[in-house]
């Protein structure tokens, strides 16, 4: 219960706002991460908390869970659990939801060692801002590399993702009382409104079947002064081109379109990014910067497997919506929101920058 006390205070009920109540499920297996339990609120409404993560999943979404986690639900009485009737919108979306969960769950926990070291250039346009005692969300937090890092500068993080990939997570987080772990969908968190003094999401409002939905969710938990900042993909010709791919790799399953990156990788490692690589080192430095794409400069010093990893991003994501600027300045058109910035990263990335309005305050866009 321990490991919980502090992510507790966060947590409401996503369906009627009440506070949960804690009941520990005896008899967790010897490996799991952390307590097994149920957060019920006044209401009734119940959810299981899996190796120290609560899950806040429902319909289908949650009949997985069930599926992933049968000794889990032997010990918690399944026949109590009950969620909401689907409508047929909800059919098609969860539909979504499902294959999101599956895809970015096998990539993250399969390639659970991927780490591009580059946290450090994402968090550029607000590390000024940053300090010690700050709460932050992790919105999209895949297998959370990133969570330590904030927790070791002093600053307490929570990481939500839909997937599996919260295992991994989780993993990582175990020994960092700052890091916390929630499986929830980002636009039905669980979380108090205005609890976090910053939110970031890296390269996931792209893949949400309602992207500025998930933007409006993510500034409810923002507090007053608080401030945001989302990467996304930037409409490009190289993203409209490998369209079709990814529309072809939907019909198949992760592992199926894992090894098709590999050989994807390969190639170009081997055409590309390989010999690039080799003349940067008997150079000692960069070479061509200015007439080399800069996607090859940076693979060729992140390494094979990074690329390996990305073209498997690339390809699985049963949703992919890259943004025109005029798309991505529309994210941030809240009224909850001023200092709105929208900014080029190379040619791949609009980097999304925005607070939390105060009371009072004018916005401001730039």
Same mark, same amino acid.
């Given at each position: 219960m321990a490991e919980l006390t502090g992510l507790l205070s966060l947590l409401v009920c996503p369906r009627c706002g009440g506070e949960f109540a804690w009941t520990?499920?005896?008899?967790?297996?010897?490996?799991a991460g952390g307590p097994d339990g149920v957060l019920a609120c006044p209401a009734g409404h119940r959810f299981p908390v899996i190796g120290g993560v609560p899950r806040f999943l429902e319909g289908r979404l949650f009949a997985a869970l069930r599926r992933r986690y049968p000794e889990y639900f032997g010990r918690a009485d399944a026949a109590r659990w009950s969620h909401p009737e689907e409508t047929e919108q909800g059919s098609r979306e969860q539909t979504?939801?499902?294959?999101?969960?599956?895809?970015? %769950?096998?990539?993250?926990?399969?390639?659970?060692?991927?780490?591009? !070291?580059?946290?450090? +250039?994402f968090l550029d346009p607000v590390r000024p801002r940053l300090a010690p005692g700050m709460l932050?969300? $992790?919105?999209?937090?895949?297998a959370g590399r990133?969570?330590?890092?904030?927790? $070791?500068? %002093?600053? $307490? @993080?929570?990481? @939500?993702d839909l997937s599996w990939a919260v295992e991994s997570a989780a993993r990582l987080a175990r020994g960092h009382p700052r890091c916390h772990v929630v499986q929830a969908d980002l636009c039905r968190l669980p979380f108090r409104r205005g609890a976090f003094d910053f939110v970031y999401s890296l390269g996931v409002l792209h893949h949400l079947p309602d992207p500025s939905g998930g933007v409006a969710a993510l500034v409810e938990h923002l507090r007053p002064g608080g401030f945001l900042l989302a990467w996304v993909y930037m409409r490009t010709t190289r993203k409209v081109l490998l369209?079709?791919?990814? +529309?072809?790799?939907?019909?198949?399953?992760?592992?199926? @379109?894992?090894?098709?990156?590999?050989?994807l990788a390969?190639?170009?490692? %081997?055409?590309?990014?390989?010999?690039?690589?080799?003349?940067?080192?008997v150079a000692g430095r960069s070479v061509l910067p %200015?007439? @080399?794409?800069?996607?090859? !400069?940076?693979?060729?010093?992140?390494g094979f497997r990074?690329?390996?990893? $990305?073209?498997?991003?690339?390809?699985?994501?049963?949703?992919?919506?890259?943004?025109? +600027?005029? !798309?991505?300045? +529309?994210?941030?058109?809240?009224?909850g929101l001023c200092e709105q910035t929208v900014t080029a990263v190379n040619d791949s990335w609009w980097q999304c920058y925005a607070s939390a309005r105060r009371a009072g305050q004018e916005p401001r866009t730039t």
């Open positions: 520990p499920v005896p008899g967790a297996p010897a490996h979504t939801l499902l294959r999101t969960i599956e895809r970015f %769950g096998y990539e993250w926990t399969t390639h659970a060692d991927y780490n591009a !070291q580059n946290f450090a +250039r932050a969300l $992790d919105a999209g937090c895949g990133h969570l330590a890092i904030l927790a $070791d500068n %002093g600053i $307490d @993080v929570v990481g @939500v369209e079709p791919l990814r +529309r072809m790799a939907a019909l198949v399953p992760p592992r199926v @379109v894992d090894r098709a990156s590999l050989l390969a190639l170009e490692y %081997g055409l590309l990014i390989g010999p690039y690589a080799w003349l940067t080192r %200015g007439l @080399v794409p800069r996607r090859i !400069q940076e693979y060729a010093a992140l990074v690329s390996r990893v $990305d073209w498997y991003d690339r390809l699985a994501a049963p949703v992919s919506r890259p943004m025109t +600027r005029a !798309q991505a300045e +529309r994210l941030l058109a809240l009224p």
